[in-house]
């Protein structure tokens, strides 16, 4: 932290008269340490970067792009101990935690014990996102719209509950598994499978599986920033989680979003917040574990209604690529005003905006990393990078989510006319993106 004095008009001292002087105030410069290295953080940055009030990014592990706002560090978001050494020293007077990894680790916490502002949930409140089993419990008890479901940890059992239910089964582990850990079985034979892998060969750790009703309708991601019972909406996106078009393939973190939704009304929103984000930021303070950060709902608008198909304990990937842009405010009040539990103001745009992810083949199975990327430079988009790094001057992948690139114009179809010239012009032997994120709004 530093104070820094401002005289604008580059005028020696002396030789200021009164009204000459056009602008001269101290302001106390502050210190933010990013925790993560994805395309979120990417936009994180980029939006603290826009704030008069901070005079140092810092972001770790960072990844190549959002190394033109802030100096990486070289700690994983698993290491609290270096994390927390790193804050005190540095003297950050602000920490945003990114990924639910560090989260679930309890971070806040640790930074908290030891008397530093940080941006995300506790440990407790986390389990909203890192249980799956305490996020229904939780949606039964207070009343919050959700598919009905059962818990299972034996494999036998879990088989012969999805037997005597109409297919498709959808299973979910109950834990995290960075967005990997929900399966769609078509068949009999592919939940037996993943049951297996979930129950018998512990692909994700050891736990239980939820198995819920199967329901229909599109899908929208509603993130808001919470502070105990006081809950500030942000605009919203549709994320598309298949790997391919045409909504096929396995599930992934995201593949591309884009907002405003056409097929949600104001009266979808408003009772969305009503009815779903406010009432469950309300039951987490009952249940002892009140909310501070991001919540993010991932919702459904069925035909009997909106529901929640999952919440998450902080901010959507890639979601917010294209919510950020929107946001009018200083995004640094904001982030201090929910870590300090302070009331606080939001504006919003809300202009059309679509963003695509090219990922590396394979994702969200294996693949391989260290491809040369080049064609970012000439691009009238944004570009937030996912999982990319620098090696002796080139850009290399490093992800499997690798670069998510951001349209915006007149109307939806012109943002995404925009986002794919730009991706065309994007040269990687080993990228794949799909052709149709928001075709249906357009
Ligand atoms: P989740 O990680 O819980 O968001 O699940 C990943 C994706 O699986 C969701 O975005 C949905 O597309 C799909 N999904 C999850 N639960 C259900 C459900 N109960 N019915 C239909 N699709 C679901
Ligand atoms: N894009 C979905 C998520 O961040 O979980």
């Known amino acids: 932290m530093g104070i820094i004095t401002t005289i604008l008009g580059g005028k020696k001292q002396d030789s200021i008269h009164w009204n000459e002087v056009i602008h001269m105030e101290n302001v106390e410069k502050m210190n933010v340490l990013i925790i993560g290295g994805g395309g979120r953080e990417h936009a994180i940055a980029d939006a603290l970067s826009k704030s008069s009030k901070i005079s140092?990014?810092?972001?770790?592990?960072?990844?190549?792009?959002?190394?033109?706002?802030?100096?990486?560090?070289?700690?994983?978001?698993?290491?609290?101990?270096?994390?927390?050494?790193?804050?005190?020293?540095?003297?950050?007077?602000?920490?945003?935690?990114?990924?639910?990894?560090?989260?679930?680790?309890?971070?806040?916490?640790?930074?908290?014990?030891?008397?530093?502002?940080?941006?995300?949930?506790?440990?407790?409140?986390?389990?909203?996102?890192?249980?799956?089993?305490?996020?229904?419990?939780?949606?039964?008890?207070?009343?919050?719209?959700?598919?009905?479901?059962?818990?299972?940890?034996?494999?036998?059992?879990?088989?012969?509950?999805?037997?005597?239910?109409?297919?498709?089964?959808?299973?979910?582990?109950?834990?995290?598994?960075?967005?990997?850990?929900?399966?769609?079985?078509?068949?009999?034979?592919?939940?037996?499978?993943?049951?297996?892998?979930?129950?018998?060969?512990?692909?994700?750790?050891?736990?239980?599986?939820?198995?819920?009703?199967?329901?229909?309708?599109?899908?929208?991601?509603?993130m808001c920033f919470v502070s105990g019972a006081d809950v500030y909406p942000m605009v919203l996106a549709q994320d598309h989680k298949r790997a391919f078009d045409g909504d096929k393939g396995p599930n992934t973190g995201g593949m591309g979003a884009y907002g405003p939704l056409p097929f949600i009304t104001k009266d979808d929103e408003k009772f969305a917040l009503e009815n779903i984000m406010k009432p469950t930021a309300l039951a987490m303070l009952e249940e002892g574990c009140p909310f501070s950060g991001v919540l993010y709902g991932g919702l459904m608008k069925t035909k009997n209604g909106i529901k929640v198909i999952e919440f998450n304990a902080r901010f959507g990937d890639p979601e917010t690529e294209i919510v950020l842009p929107r946001l009018k405010s200083d995004i640094f009040d904001i982030f201090c005003g929910i870590a300090d539990g302070k009331t606080i103001e939001i504006e919003w745009d809300n202009f059309p905006i679509l963003g695509i992810v090219m990922a590396s083949k394979g994702y969200p199975g294996d693949y391989e990393t260290g491809y040369e990327i080049n064609g970012l430079d000439n691009s009238e988009t944004t570009i937030y990078h996912m999982g990319t790094t620098e090696k002796d001057g080139k850009l290399l992948t490093s992800g499997g989510r690798v670069l998510m690139v951001v349209g915006k114009g007149k109307n939806l179809n012109e943002a995404r006319t925009n986002a794919l010239k730009a991706v065309k012009k994007i040269e990687c032997k080993n990228l794949f993106y799909r052709t149709d994120i928001g075709v249906k709004a357009c």
């Open 56 to 222: 140092k990014i810092y972001c770790a592990p960072g990844n190549a792009g959002i190394a033109e706002y802030a100096e990486l560090v070289a700690l994983k978001d698993t290491d609290m101990n270096g994390l927390l050494s790193f804050a005190i020293e540095k003297q950050i007077d602000l920490t945003v935690v990114g990924g639910e990894t560090s989260l679930a680790l309890g971070i806040v916490d640790v930074f908290k014990e030891n008397g530093l502002r940080i941006f995300g949930p506790t440990q407790k409140a986390t389990q909203i996102e890192s249980s799956k089993k305490f996020a229904k419990d939780l949606m039964i008890k207070y009343d919050i719209p959700t598919a009905a479901y059962e818990v299972f940890t034996d494999f036998n059992e879990a088989l012969n509950h999805v037997k005597e239910k109409p297919l498709p089964a959808v299973l979910k582990y109950d834990g995290l598994a960075a967005g990997k850990g929900v399966v769609i079985a078509e068949t009999i034979e592919d939940a037996e499978h993943a049951l297996k892998d979930m129950l018998v060969n512990d692909k994700f750790g050891e736990g239980k599986v939820v198995i819920e009703d199967f329901l229909e309708g599109p899908e929208f991601s509603f």
